[in-house]
Structure formats: C-alpha cells, structure tokens
C-alpha cells in the first residue's frame, strides 16, 4: 500500500532564506507526482506536476526534484517570502493496470516565512 | 481558462440530515474525483468516475453515494449526517490517457465546506 510522509511536518523561516520541503513515498510505482499549495480553509493550488519519466520541474521560484527510485521527491522554494506561507502538499499518482488514478496525498509541511 | 466549479460553496446541516454537493469539471475532461479533507488532515480519496462510470471506490462510507452525469458533472450525496462528516469535500477532473496512462494534470475545485451540527 503506497503512503505518502512529508518532512518537515512545520517549518518557520525568516524572510528570503531558500528552503527545502521532502516528500518520501513507498511504492516507486508512480505516474506522476504532484505539489500543492493550500492557504487555510482554502482550496488547493497545484505548483508542479512532475512525470515519473521526469527529474524535475521549475516554475519560478519553485523547484522540484523526483528520485523514483528512491521513493523522494523535494521542492526547492528560493528566497522565501511572507506569501508562500502555507501548507504544502505532494501527491502521488500510483501505476496500476486497474485503470484508477486516484491521488494519494502526504501529510503536508505547514510552513511559515517570517517578515 | 475555465476550471472546476463546485456547488455550493458552504453548507450547513444537522445530523442525520442529507446533503447533495455538486461538480462541474472542466469542459472535455472525462475522469472525476472527489477527496475528503477533515480538519487538520490531508486530503482522502473517495471515489471517481471516468466517462461516467465509477472507476475506483475509497474510503467512501456506505451513506454517501455519487453518480457524473451525461454531461460530465458529477454529485456527491451524502446522508444520516453525522459530526464526522463536516470537512472540506473536493472535487477534482482530469483526461486520462488510456494509451499512455494519466499524463495530465488533475485540477481540483474550490472545494465545498460541509458543517454538520
């Protein structure tokens, strides 16, 4: 059964730092992987899908980095600032020959960046 | 570009009330996914449909069911309410690639915020 961790659970950085946020999934078997933001009570916003043929994926001042085999992917956010405070989230899509592609999520990394 | 419309946004109940929460996905996506969010708690996988046929099945309870519809939008049902239902329900839609597996994105909507008292 795929599960899905992510470390740190809670992060409080002071403004302009570059940090790194882990997701460790189980079953490398994956589709794609996937890295959500969400503000509290909101919904949320998808930052970067990578393909599991893919290593890694930039928008901006995002980064993220997959290691199938390993079962880890990180996202990298440069020069951090008080708007990327939030919960972010990774998702991981399993390969399966039953034809469901459901989304298994992590526990997401509560993260707060200081003025 | 349009994206995924969930209806309503908020809605209150009492226990062992009834509940209906609808999806609209994103026009040509087949595939619809719905996810419970409790409070403090990721996001669990339900239940999805692809062209209008369940194609997977969660950690859905027994009271809730859901259908997508001819025209794609999907409705979640949800009755006997209880205090343990009042989350964040989202939806989410996507293609599916069947030759090539699920290459595209999933979009999620908004979300519905279900409160049950």
């Known amino acids: 059964k795929q599960e899905v961790t992510q470390i740190p659970a809670a992060l409080s950085v002071p403004e302009g730092e570059n940090l790194v946020l882990n997701c460790s999934f189980t079953d490398s078997a994956i589709y794609n992987l996937q890295w959500f933001r969400q503000d509290p009570g909101k919904g949320l916003t998808s930052l970067l899908l990578i393909q599991s043929s893919q290593r890694e994926q930039t928008s901006g001042r995002l980064n993220a980095s997959l290691d199938k085999s390993s079962g880890r992917s990180t996202l990298y956010i440069a020069a951090s600032q008080p708007g990327d405070s939030a919960t972010y989230l990774c998702a991981v899509r399993p390969s399966t020959t039953s034809g469901t592609y459901k989304y298994i999520f992590g526990t997401g990394t509560r993260l707060k960046v200081l003025a | 570009a349009a994206g995924v419309i969930q209806s309503p946004r908020h809605l209150i109940k009492e226990k062992r009330e009834t509940a209906t929460l609808k999806c609209y996905p994103i026009p040509r996506h087949d595939t619809v996914y719905w996810y419970q969010q409790g409070p403090g708690q990721d996001p669990q996988f339900l239940i999805s449909?692809?062209?209008?046929?369940?194609?997977d099945k969660g950690s859905i309870p027994d009271r809730f069911s859901a259908q997508q519809f001819s025209d794609y939008h999907s409705e979640l049902n949800m009755s006997s309410l209880e205090l343990g239902d009042s989350a964040l329900y989202f939806c989410a839609s996507s293609l599916v690639d069947l030759a090539g597996g699920p290459r595209y994105e999933q979009y999620f909507g908004p979300g519905t915020r279900l409160t049950v008292t």
């Open positions: 449909f692809y062209e209008k046929m369940q194609s």
